[in-house]
């Protein structure tokens, strides 16, 4: 089974920054898609970002764009995220998820792992 380990979040004022990174201790996930998602209270989970197996196609919600930037290092099995000019709104759990096979990085995400709290005040 692949594990996931988030780390980076925290509390910080609005218009500060924070940086999340993901590590896939054990497993190569250099082959899949990857992404974070968020979920505040209350509401559903959404998709934040994703990056394709070998970082050159990323995509990301409209109310991140411009502000938060996701990347991954194959090498140590890291994903990250990149976050600037944070917002209240994007107080959320966030979460680090592996699609785990081949194909399109929209859906189908299979690993996931427990998620780290940013809370912007």
């Known amino acids: 089974d692949v594990q996931l380990v988030e780390s980076g979040g925290g509390s910080v004022q609005a218009g500060g920054s924070l940086r999340l990174s993901c590590v896939v201790p054990g497993s190569s996930v250099s082959r899949y898609c990857m992404g974070w998602f968020r979920q505040a209270p209350g509401k559903e989970r959404e998709g934040v970002a994703t990056?394709?197996?070998?970082?050159?196609?990323?995509s990301y919600v409209d109310s991140v764009k411009g502000r938060f930037t996701i990347s991954r290092n194959n090498v140590g099995s890291t994903l990250y995220l990149q976050m600037h000019s944070l917002k209240a709104e994007d107080t959320a759990k966030y979460y680090c998820?592996?699609?785990?096979?081949?194909?399109?990085?929209?859906?189908?995400?299979?690993?996931w792992g427990q998620g780290t709290q940013v809370t912007v005040s």
């Open positions: 998820s592996s699609r785990g096979y081949g194909g399109s990085c929209i859906g189908g995400y299979r690993y």
């Open positions: 990056i394709s197996p070998d970082g050159g196609s990323t």
